[in-house]
Structure formats: structure tokens, C-alpha cells
């Protein structure tokens, strides 16, 4: 059957520049030549769900109508990529407002935005906040390894992904109660994360209601102590 909006599948891809650089990829072998090999990374078909905003706009529209184990390529133009870039969101800062050298190509935090140092000169910083593909063509070589149909496989797929690999479950009925890694529960942003699981889970597997389950012992903090 024919790809659809909120299908899930297991896609395979490498993301290019127009120019052939490699920026992403789920193949460890391609990430290695590229030179973009992350060692924390695991290199495999990536969980999707179709139309979710995974994707950038322009491949998950590609994927649409498609078959499982289709292979293709797509053109995507900024505008379906990740935007044009924007003169707006290139800031001066004064150098004092960085601790240390500032350097050009350098990634910094200021006012609660990330962006790049872009150049330095006469005690002024012009830092770029625009995302780094902004702008960019890109071409992205994929296959739709498959599509995943059962309820129970659609979540383990999901919480394997993107909560841990050895995310654990129970699931009766509609509802689903799910274990949350130590180092999840202490992580700022799996507030919003937790939200975004949540939100898949009920639009996308059908659950009533989800229950995340953060336990921690005496020993955890002991080991904090151990540490500092």
C-alpha cells in the first residue's frame, strides 16, 4: 500500500549539499568517509513518522504515495529544506560578552540563542543565528526499509528511538506505562520531550493514556557525592 500521513516506517538516507558534501547520513560506512562519523551515533534505519515534522518539509512530502522498499532521490529547495537565510537573525555582539578568545566558526550560546561567530574585528563579535543548511539545496539519497504496522512494534520502534534502546514498557489496553531512564529524568529539556512522546503516542498508536515512570534510588545520589 501506498505511503500515507502518519504511516511509520524505517527509512534509510544520506542528506548532500548540491556539491556532493555529505551532512547527514545512516550509514555508518558514508559518515566515516565524509568524515561527519559521530562515535555516540548509532548508524541505522531511522523511525519515522510520516508527516510529523521528522523530516524537512520536502522529503517527507517525497516519501508520500511511495511503496515500501522504494529507493529514490529528491531535490529539496530551501524553502521545503530548512529556510532561507535571514539578515535578521545575524547579531553584534561586543567581544567582552564571550569568556575566553571568540574565533571565527566557533558555536556559542548568547542571550539563549546558539549560533556561529562568522568574524571578529575591532572588539565586535558578528555572530549568525541562522541554522547552518539555511539557505542550502539539498539532495537526499533514501529507501524505505519498511513499514511498521503492528501497534506494540509502532511503540517499541518509537521509544527505542527516541527515548532510549532500552527504553521498557507495559502496555495494557489503551494505556501504556513506560520506565524513563535515570538520565532522561534529570535532563532539562525531556520536559518538552516527554510532551512530544505523548503526543505521538495518542495521535499515532492509538493510546488513551500514557504514564511515564521516573523512579530514583539512594544509591544515585550517592554517586553523586562520589563524584564531586
Same mark, same amino acid.
Given at each position: ?15 548532500? /549539499? &548540491?556539491?556532493?558534501? $555529505?551532512? #547527514? ?17 548509532? @548508524? ?14 520536502? /522529503?517527507?512530502? +517525497? ?15 530551501? !524553502?521545503?529544506?530548512?529556510?532561507? *537565510?535571514?539578515? +535578521? !537573525?545575524?547579531?553584534?555582539?561586543? =567581544? ?5 578568545? &571568540? ?20 572588539? *565586535? =563579535? ?7 543548511? &539555511? ?6 539519497? @533514501?529507501?524505505?526499509?519498511? =513499514? ?8 517499541? !520502534?518509537?521509544?527505542?528511538? @527516541? ?9 495494557? #489496553? #489503551? ?11 534529570? +535532563?532539562?529539556?525531556? %520536559? $518538552?520531550?516527554?510532551?512530544?512522546? &505523548?503526543?505521538? /503516542? $495518542?495521535?499515532? %498508536? ?11 534510588? %539512594?544509591? #544515585? ?8
Amino acid at each position: 500500500m501506498p505511503i500515507k500521513k502518519g504511516d511509520f516506517i524505517r527509512l534509510s538516507f544520506t542528506g548532500r /549539499l &548540491a556539491d556532493g558534501t $555529505v551532512f #547527514d547520513t545512516t550509514d555508518e560506512k558514508i559518515a566515516k568517509e565524509s568524515g561527519i562519523y559521530d562515535e555516540e551515533k548509532k @548508524y541505522k534505519p531511522m523511525v519515522v513518522i510520516v508527516g510529523s515534522g521528522f523530516l524537512v518539509e520536502g /522529503l517527507e512530502e +517525497d516519501l508520500i504515495g511511495k511503496s515500501e522498499g522504494y529507493g529514490g532521490k529528491v531535490k529539496v529547495e530551501p !524553502a521545503k529544506g530548512f529556510g532561507e *537565510r535571514s539578515l +535578521d !537573525a545575524i547579531e553584534i555582539v561586543p =567581544v567582552k560578552k564571550f569568556e575566553g578568545k &571568540a574565533e571565527p566558526g566557533e558555536m556559542v550560546e548568547y542571550n539563549g540563542r546558539i549560533g556561529v561567530i562568522e568574524s571578529v574585528s575591532g572588539g *565586535r =563579535v558578528k555572530v549568525d543565528y541562522n541554522e547552518p543548511l &539555511a539557505g542550502k539545496t539539498l539532495v537526499y539519497e @533514501y529507501k524505505i526499509e519498511s =513499514v511498521i504496522r503492528d501497534r506494540k512494534e509502532k511503540i517499541e !520502534a518509537l521509544l527505542h528511538g @527516541y527515548v532510549s534502546e532500552d527504553a521498557e514498557f507495559e502496555l495494557k #489496553d #489503551d494505556t501504556i506505562k513506560i520506565d524513563v531512564p535515570k538520565e532522561l529524568a534529570i +535532563d532539562e529539556s525531556w %520536559a $518538552v520531550g516527554k510532551l512530544l512522546i &505523548a503526543r505521538f /503516542l $495518542v495521535n499515532s %498508536a492509538g493510546m488513551k493514556k500514557i504514564v511515564f515512570k521516573e523512579t530514583f534510588k %539512594a544509591e #544515585d545520589f550517592r554517586e553523586e557525592e562520589e563524584e564531586k
